[in-house]
């Protein structure tokens, strides 16, 4: 009896040791749509996520996380906070971030970021069921940040605007160029 008693032991402990391991919490990023999805134990969820910004790249594929921290603080960019990070890919992490308006299109250096409250919530299902995340699709590009500062850049060399840059003489509309005016600004470059 007590043969069949550790038996039925051992074999209730496969069994669990089974549904531990396909327990595990799924994560899937969708670089196209800026969304992430998370099937687990306690439940489903959808959430908005920022990926790499133009000039940056997250990295597609399969991963298994490499390693969790509470709150992390980035060297590498000016030691920007990473709440509840989920490292996943050397540097490249799942986290919490404060601009949260950003989030639903591309902002970051290639980390995933996600809002405060639902970095913990996948940080703590993470942490009890272990993940597996997948990366697909590919970064949408109208967000591209360079165009908006291109724009930006032309708008301040037309010459025919007629407000002032800060500090300028209102009339600049013979100035050769900005960095003229910069290397001399109280001397009169406009023909005065």
């Known amino acids: 009896m007590r043969c069949f008693k550790a038996l039925v032991l051992v074999f209730a402990a496969m069994i669990a040791s089974i549904g531990a391991a396909q327990a595990t919490v ?7 749509t800026q969304r992430m999805r998370v099937e687990s134990s306690k439940g489903s969820y959808s959430w908005p996520v920022s990926t790499a910004r133009a000039g940056y790249v997250t990295p597609r594929g399969v991963y298994a996380p490499t390693g969790l921290q509470k709150m992390h603080y980035s060297r590498k960019y000016h030691m920007s906070p990473m709440p509840h990070s989920i490292f996943f890919n050397g540097g490249y992490a799942i986290h919490g971030t404060y601009a949260t308006g950003a989030l639903g299109r591309p902002a970051s250096h290639g980390c995933v970021r996600i809002a405060p409250g639902n970095a913990a919530t996948l940080y703590k299902l993470v942490q009890e069921e272990g993940a597996q995340i997948s990366i697909t699709g590919s970064s949408p590009t109208r967000y591209a940040a ?3 500062h291109r724009t930006r850049l ?3 060399h037309r010459p025919h605007r007629s407000h002032a840059l800060a500090y300028a003489p209102h009339r600049y509309h013979s100035i050769s160029s900005v960095k003229t005016w910069q290397a001399a600004p109280m001397t009169s470059p406009f023909g005065n």
């Open 26 to 32: 799924q994560i899937h990023i969708d670089l196209s």
């Open 146 to 148: 360079h165009k908006t």
């Open 154 to 156: 032309a708008k301040l």
